[in-house]
């Protein structure tokens, strides 16, 4: 939840049981909490919303499922993703960070903070290459 014009931005995550994939939910909402608009955001997961001057930025991850991955590990893989969206929450742009090195290992990424300040996006998040332990990592993005 974050203060955004005269009500809030509220993002969640929505499994359908039906096919068990998660799909990230962007709404503002006014001072009453009633929608001004919504947006799905499809195999994906939601961990940050933060409101810019042109808009929202939405971090998190996207969920894909393999189903022809030999290896039973490889079969649900994660990467990490930012949106833009502008502001009546239309999708504007998008980054994907994922692993494209390796196609026999699957690296699961995910994005877990975001902090936008005097104009600078710095991005948290971790990941996992095959067996090895998970690694945190952090950046600047321009």
Known sequence: ?????????????LTEQRTDLTSAIISQVDSR?????EVSLDSSSVSAIK????????WGHRIALIDTAANLNN?????????KLNA????VDQVLF?????SERTAD???????VEGGRII???SSKIGSNPTVSFSGELN
């Open 1 to 13: 939840l974050e203060p955004y014009g005269n009500g809030f931005l509220m993002g969640g995550n």
């Open 33 to 37: 909490g009633r929608i001004v608009w």
């Open 51 to 58: 409101p810019v001057s042109d808009g929202v930025l939405v």
């Open 75 to 83: 079969r649900i893989i994660t990467s990490a993703q930012l949106f």
């Open 88 to 91: 009546s929450g239309t999708v």
């Open 98 to 102: 994922r692993d494209i090195v390796n």
């Open 109 to 115: 990424i995910t994005g877990d903070a975001l902090i």
């Open 123 to 125: 991005v948290t998040g």
